[in-house]
């Protein structure tokens, strides 16, 4: 069974930058588009990045493009770097893993369990 694990969320001030990790292990892993989705309160998931399997193709949503950069270390782990975070980027963020990178969650295999972001103003 393949594991998802994400780390590196906390609480910042408008303005700051934080890196979000997300780790996939088990099963039979391999060669997987890896993506970054976000849930704020009251708010369904919503898709923020993704990027392929050799990391040559990114996406992202309009409201990050900028500001978030997806990057992979190598093919079972990607990084989120996050600049000039606004109120709005609070949520708790998710990172999935699928077959082809996609803006929807349901096309995505594997998932962590989530880390909080929180920007305060």
């Known amino acids: 069974q393949v594991q998802v694990q994400e780390s590196g969320g906390g609480l910042v001030q408008a303005g700051a930058s934080l890196r979000l990790s997300c780790a996939a292990s088990g099963g039979t892993y391999g060669g997987y588009a890896m993506a970054w989705f976000r849930q704020a309160p009251g708010k369904e998931r919503e898709f923020v990045a993704a990027i392929t399997w050799a990391g040559f193709r990114t996406y992202y949503t309009d409201s990050v493009k900028g500001r978030f950069t997806i990057s992979r270390e190598n093919d079972k782990k990607v990084g989120l770097q996050m600049n000039n975070l606004k109120p709005e980027d609070t949520a708790v963020y998710y990172c999935?893993?699928?077959?082809?990178?996609?803006?929807?969650?349901?096309?995505?295999?594997?998932w962590g369990q989530g880390t909080q972001v929180t920007v305060s103003s």
């Open positions: 999935a893993t699928g077959p082809q990178p996609s803006s929807n969650h349901d096309d995505y295999l594997y």
